[in-house]
């Protein structure tokens, strides 16, 4: 499987490439700086570029059968700015299949079904901005007509992989208060070679 990962220097992100590495899949990476990914492997390509620059998400973009983003909003649009660009080129290469990482505010609220759990009373975010950006991509990625999957961690401290944890579609599993960045990374692999959660968005946590 030939993989392009946005966001592969990120926590979540350099799981992602290692543990397909280490199953010899070949992963294209594009990177802003790629000193900051401290790895070096054979099935290893990375591009330097910028996923806001179109001609470089292109150029990474050829020859993968899977998009794999994690990126992060960065503290601005960097996610809902960048997905048009990405699903563009996607389209171009008759690629399909993009799985993406996003956050449980996004998830309906068990309180109030009709709602996103970070504009209910669920949610214990002060800042609603981040996830105001990854509902944004939420709603592309429903518009468009690409095999996606949404991965919503619930709060995500470091941590190591267990191979234990719930997930349910469109909610957070009931009284899940955290997940693992090694655990997401791996849930959010193993959708790159199983259709069970195309076109929804998968709760995560302990």
Not at 149 to 175: A, H, Q
Not at 192 to 204: A, C, H, N, Y
Request: aromatic letters at 6%; glycine letters at 8%.
């Amino acid at each position: 499987m030939k993989i392009l990962v946005l966001g592969a220097t990120g926590r979540v992100g350099s799981y992602i490439v290692a543990r397909a590495l280490e199953d010899q899949h070949t992963i294209t990476a594009l990177v802003r700086d790629p000193h900051k990914l401290q790895l070096h492997h054979k099935h290893l390509c990375v591009i330097q570029g910028n996923a806001y620059n179109k001609q470089d998400v292109e150029r990474a973009m050829g020859n993968v059968d899977v998009v794999v983003s994690a990126l992060n909003t960065d503290g601005g649009d960097t996610l809902s700015a960048t997905l048009p660009l990405i699903l563009e080129a996607m389209t171009q290469q008759n690629l399909k299949r993009i799985i993406t990482i996003g956050t449980a505010g996004i998830l309906q609220s068990r309180v109030t079904p009709t709602i996103l759990r970070y504009q209910s009373t669920e949610s214990k975010q002060k800042s609603t901005f981040a996830a105001q950006e990854h509902q944004r991509v939420f709603e592309q990625l429903q518009q468009s007509d690409m095999d996606w999957t949404i991965v919503c961690p619930t709060y995500l401290p470091d941590g190591g992989y267990t191979g234990i944890y719930r997930v349910e579609r469109n909610f957070l599993p009931e009284g899940g208060t955290q997940i693992s960045v090694a655990d997401t990374a791996d849930f959010a692999y193993q959708q790159i070679l199983s259709e069970e959660f195309l076109k929804t968005r998968v709760g995560i946590a302990y």
